[in-house]
């Protein structure tokens, strides 16, 4: 996915399966198991609720040591996708 895609999709705001986050916190875990647990959706970490994305600094092991906690404490193994911004990243 290109900046372009991410702001395209951000614009069209938060919705009951379209969700933001600044930053991966633990409350993100509810969130995801709640999309699996229903119809899906799409959750973006570096994009504040006002849509204005602006990335988190992040590292290889960084992300994976996100994927790998997702993984660890929900057992969902959920589509993850970076896209750069600024030298950060939203995901």
Aim: a negative charge; charged letters at 35%; hydrophobic letters at 35%.
């Amino acid at each position: 996915m290109k900046i372009e895609e991410l702001k395209a999709i951000v614009h069209k705001g938060e919705n009951k399966t379209l969700e933001f986050k600044e930053r991966f916190k633990d409350e993100i875990l509810k969130t995801i198991s709640a999309f699996a647990n229903s119809s899906g959706g799409t959750l973006l970490v570096g994009v504040k609720d006002n849509g204005e994305v602006f990335g988190i600094p992040l590292k290889d092991k960084a992300y994976q040591d996100i994927i790998n906690k997702v993984l660890n404490r929900t057992g969902i193994s959920p589509e993850f996708e970076k896209v750069e911004v600024d030298d950060k990243f939203c995901f």
